[in-house]
C-alpha cells in the first residue's frame, strides 16, 4: 500500500499527534513501537491484556455498534501443551461450572455490544458443547440460534483412535435477533448462472400458471403446439397445456397457460418476472419449466469444509510457520474459515465492525484484511488478547517478549499487513495496526519508546 500517512523521516510529533486522535485514549496505553499506521485504511485494534476488564472498558462506547463477533475460547480440555492455560477447576464438575462462568461474565458483553442485526460465531468441541449451546441460548434466547456449523478440522484425525477418530469441531452461530437477520441472511455463495432450478415440485397442489409471451427459451422446434398434456401423462409433474402456443427462434413466443405442480404462485411468477433477474427454459423431451436466478445467493452450507473454501489445521499451521518462521501455536484456525463466516455476514456491509476477543494468532484480523482486500470494504475489526505464555514450562500471565500477544498475534499482524512472511515477501493486506495495552494511558510518546523511532511506518 503506497499511501502512507508519514514517510519514513517522519517527526515524532507528526505521529503522536495522529496516535492522539484515536479513540478510547482513557482506556488504554498505545505501544507505537507495534504500530502500523496508513491513511485511510480500515484498522485493526489489537488491545493486549485481560478480555473481561477489556471488553468492560469498551463497553459503553459500543453497545450496538458490532457487526460480527468471532471467538474461539478455550475448550476446557485439560491439555498442557497449548500457549495459554485449558484447565478450568480441580475436577470434572467444578471444572465445567467455573468454565460456564468464565464465559458467561463474556458472552454477556458480547450479547450487549452486538449490533440489532449482529452474529456472533463461537468456535467449540465436544468437550464443552453442549454447555455452551445452553448458555447461548439463555443468552441470547433459543429463537436466535442460527446453526451449528460442523467444520472439518482435519483430514487426519487421531490415528491411535479405537473409538472414534475426531475430524470434526463446531462453529456455534447466534444472531441478535434472528427476525431481523433473515431480512438479508448469510450469505455462502453467488446462485451462479449455470444453477438450473426446477420449477415443478411435486408436493404442491397443482395450479393454473400463465407466462407472458418471449419469457421462456426453449430448444423445442419452432411452431405452434396444441392444448394438451406435456410430458409423461403418468407422471404427477407432467404439465397439462391448456391453449395453443408458439415457439419462434428460440423462445414461446405467445402466451403459455400450463396447468400443474409448480413451485410458484402466479403471484410469485409476477414478482420474479418483474425483478428481471430470472430466466426460464423448457427443455425437448420430459416439458420440465426449469429457471436460472442471476440475484441473490446462496447461503452457507452447515458442513465447512474444502468444497466451500475452508482448510484444515493441517494448513493453517503451514500458513502461520510461513509467516513466523516456526511452528509457535498449536492447532491455529485456518484464515479461510474465519474469512468465509465474517463474508457470510458482511458481504453487503463494507463498513462492518468485527470483534474477536479470544484473539489468540490474529487470525481473524488477517482474515478481515484480506476480505477487505479480496471484495472491498472498509471493515474493521478489535482483537483482545493477553500475554500470557509458558516460562520455564509454567504458565504465566505475561510473558513478556515471549507471550501470545508480543511473539504471535502482533507480529503476525504486521506481516500480514506488510507482506514481509519469514517464508518470503508476498502482496500486503490494507489495513493499519493499533497495539494497545491495558494500562494508564501517557500521552508522553518517549515513555513508550526511547528515541520515538521504533514506530513501524508504511512505505
Sequence with gaps: MQNSL???DATEEEVAAYLKELPWQDKFDIDPA?????????????????????????????LGKVDVIYID????????????DDKFGPN??????????????????????????GVIFIAIDDNEQARLRLLCDELFGEENFVCQFIWHKTRKGKALSRVARQVTEYVLCFAKSKKLLGKEGLFG???GADVANPFHHRPNK????????????????????????????????????????????????????VFGRFRWTQRNLDAELLGGDVEFHIRKGKFRIIFY????????????????????????????????????????????????????????????????????????GHAVAQLNSEIGGYRSCILITDNSGKINGRFVEDAGDQGICSAITAVRLK???????????????????????????????????????????AA
Design 293 to 364: 436466478k442471476s440475484n441473490g445467493h446462496k447461503a452457507p452450507s452447515s458442513l465447512l469444509d474444502d468444497r466451500c473454501g475452508v482448510g484444515t489445521y493441517e494448513e493453517a499451521s503451514k500458513e502461520l510457520e510461513a509467516m513466523l518462521g516456526c511452528q509457535s501455536f498449536i492447532y491455529p484456525k485456518p484464515t479461510s474459515l474465519i474469512k468465509y463466516l465474517i463474508k457470510a455476514v458482511t458481504i453487503n456491509r463494507p463498513y462492518a465492525l468485527v470483534l474477536d476477543f479470544f484473539a489468540g494468532s490474529g487470525v481473524t
Design 189 to 191: 455463495s453467488e446462485p
Design 73 to 84: 475460547p478455550p475448550y476446557n480440555t485439560g491439555a498442557l501443551h497449548f500457549a495459554y
Design 206 to 257: 397443482p395450479r393454473l400458471i400463465t407466462f407472458p409471451p418471449n419469457t421462456i427459451r426453449t430448444s423445442m422446434d419452432d411452431g405452434d403446439y396444441q392444448p394438451g398434456i406435456y410430458g409423461d401423462p403418468n407422471d404427477s409433474l407432467s404439465a397439462e397445456v391448456k391453449k395453443t402456443f408458439t415457439i419462434k427462434d428460440g423462445w414461446i413466443s405467445t402466451e403459455l397457460e
Design 415 to 457: 506481516k500480514a499487513l506488510t507482506g514481509a512472511w519469514a517464508s518470503g515477501q508476498v502482496d500486503g493486506l490494507p489495513g493499519s495496526l493499533v497495539h494497545r495495552k491495558i494500562a494508564r494511558y501517557s500521552s508522553d510518546l518517549s515513555e513508550f519508546s526511547e528515541d520515538g523511532q521504533d514506530l513501524v511506518l
Design 92 to 117: 470434572a464438575d467444578a471444572s465445567h461450572a467455573e468454565w460456564v462462568a468464565f464465559m458467561r461474565a463474556r458472552l454477556t458483553i458480547a450479547r450487549d455490544v452486538l449490533a440489532e442485526n
Design 6 to 8: 508519514f514517510s519514513r
Design 34 to 62: 507495534s504500530c502500523l499506521v496508513r491513511e485511510e485504511d480500515p484498522r485493526i485494534d489489537l488491545i493486549q491484556g485481560d478480555n473481561l476488564e477489556a471488553l468492560n472498558r469498551l463497553k459503553p462506547s459500543m
